[in-house]
């Protein structure tokens, strides 16, 4: 701190202010505290990596249980794990998206417009399609059946889905992708790779949960979370025991957009038997071609 001098500065009686022997010292010592609140702050911040995740954050997962149903229900109901994005800001208002434009059959979507999957000449086998449905979950046959007609999307006349299924995304001869080994065998990398593009605000759903410690199973009793491929900045990472599937989103990752509907907290095992999607925003569903 500066001293600044008042010599030049008479005061009534021709004094000139003067400061009381310490009073330096006594403020620095009122200021020491506040600068290693603030310098520790600053050391902390290095924790994060650049993208906003934790440091050496990895995937949750019960990999180390070797894929035994053991530990955990990989859910909580404090809110989403400290990489899922659930401070989403705008997140309804998603990134600019320049979607392909088609024939329905041969772009994947119903309503001819794709958003996931959208390099077309060296993806043209799986599609993420953008839209809102309300017949709710994942797994049952009405689910999995369309339930509109296929008047669903979001560039149709009905983009938040009114009476329609998850299924009612994807044109005809197209299906909803049912599980992970669906996406492999469509997906010319056997996975995620460039469902978005870097700024992209995506999720797309596969017709399938997951046991309660986060274990992907292909029959109907496994329903616990969401599961598909999307960017780092909707839900968590997907469990190791879900390949090659990317991201996944439990009920508080849903609350954390608005957009995606996973019940009650009662719900938060079971959020791919009961969810649906208010609009087009966020993404969809995986489309696998017939």
């Known amino acids: 701190m500066s001293r600044v001098s008042t010599a030049s500065s008479p005061t009534v009686g021709g004094l000139a202010d003067r400061k009381p022997a310490g009073a330096g010292a006594r403020v620095g010592i009122f200021l020491l505290p506040l600068a290693m609140a603030w310098l520790g702050c600053r050391v ?72 996931g999957f959208r390099d077309l000449e060296n993806w043209p086998n799986i599609a993420g399609c953008a839209g809102g449905w309300n017949v709710p979950g994942l797994l049952a046959t009405s689910s999995r059946s369309p339930s509109c007609d296929r008047v669903a999307g979001n560039d149709s006349p009905n983009s938040t889905g009114a009476g329609c299924s998850a299924a009612d995304l994807c044109a005809l001869t197209w299906h909803a992708c049912l599980d992970g080994p669906d996406v492999a065998s469509h997906s010319p990398t056997g996975g995620c790779e460039s469902i978005v593009s870097p700024g992209d605000k995506a999720f797309f759903v596969v017709m399938a949960g997951a046991s309660p410690q986060g274990v992907c199973y292909p029959d109907s009793s496994a329903v616990n979370d969401l599961h598909g491929c999307g960017s780092a900045s909707i839900g968590q990472p997907e469990s190791e025991e879900c390949p090659p599937l990317n991201r996944r989103m439990g009920f508080a990752d849903c609350e954390a957009t608005d957009v995606w509907q996973c019940g009650s907290a009662d719900d938060s095992l079971d959020e791919a038997e009961v969810v649906t999607k208010l609009d087009s925003s966020l993404g969809g569903v995986l489309c696998c071609k017939d």
């Open 44 to 115: 902390f911040s290095a924790g994060l990596a650049t993208d906003g995740t934790a440091a050496g954050a990895t995937g949750m997962g019960p990999s180390d249980s070797g894929g035994e149903e053991t530990g955990s229900p990989v859910d909580g109901l404090g809110g989403p794990a400290s990489d899922s994005g659930a401070n989403l800001g705008d997140a309804r208002q998603p990134a600019d998206v320049t979607p392909v434009i088609g024939i329905p059959a041969i772009v994947g979507c119903s309503d001819g417009t794709r958003e």
